[in-house]
């Protein structure tokens, strides 16, 4: 357990339904990525936050896509009609700094039918 | 495109046998290097890392090399176990006063190393 918790862990939705993940950083983290994972793949990169400021957006997250870490603590992502193609492994990271190591969470395994 | 991507896609070693997994970058720029092992249905898990101003590194059971010259890192895996079996990702970390974006972690492929009893 490296103490980045995510929930749900699994999430079946039809398509054009909305969808929502949570996300809990390590505590004294002030740093909250999100990363997406598709099956035999590395991650990648959507977002971050730096504190409660998102402070880069991937072109991987449509206008579909938001995120939020509004007491620069939990962070959500909610995905909007969602489509066949974001089925995947969201997965969330904090580190305590700008270039120090990132730890994950188990992910939330989406899948849209 | 990707900057980081690995040699193998799959790697299997008996149980007790010493394994090495390749990494190459392209990017001359990178700052940091980490190696995470991912086993199945979880997130990535951390092993070690590198600066690029070291060229090794060592922790148990793990040796992380880095050649900047040919731009390559390995991860040495001592006596590996069953429980090693996992992919592994290198990814690498491109600082803004080098030409990256706020410090941000980009991952290749992976290699699935698969230990045989």
């Known amino acids: 357990d490296t103490g980045v918790s995510q929930n749900p862990r699994h999430k079946i939705t039809k398509r054009g339904q909305n969808v929502t993940f949570r996300c809990d950083p390590i505590s004294e983290h002030n740093r909250l990525y999100w990363y997406r994972q598709t099956l035999g793949q590395g991650p990648e990169f959507l977002t971050y936050f730096q504190n409660e400021a998102q402070l880069e957006k991937s072109r991987l997250l449509s206008d579909r896509f938001s995120a939020e870490r509004p007491k620069g603590s939990f962070s959500t992502l909610e995905i909007q009609r969602t489509e066949q193609g974001d089925s995947a492994m969201y997965l969330c990271?904090?580190?305590?700094?700008?270039?120090?190591?990132?730890?994950f969470g188990s992910g939330t395994q989406l899948s849209v039918l | 495109g990707e900057s980081v991507g690995l040699h193998l896609p799959t790697l299997s070693v008996q149980e007790g046998d010493n394994s090495i997994i390749n990494c190459a970058y392209s990017n001359s720029a990178s700052d940091y290097f980490i190696w995470y092992k991912q086993e199945s249905g979880k997130g990535p898990q951390f092993i070690i890392d590198i600066r690029s101003n070291m060229d090794k590194r060592q922790g148990q059971r793990v040796t992380v090399l880095l050649n900047k010259t040919v731009k390559h890192l390995s991860l040495q895996i001592a006596a590996t176990q069953p429980g090693d079996s996992a992919v592994y990702f290198c990814a690498e970390i491109i600082g803004p006063q080098s030409g990256g974006s706020n410090y941000k972690l980009t991952f290749g492929k992976g290699t699935l190393l698969t230990v045989n009893p």
């Open positions: 990271a904090s580190s305590l700094g700008y270039d120090e190591k990132l730890f």
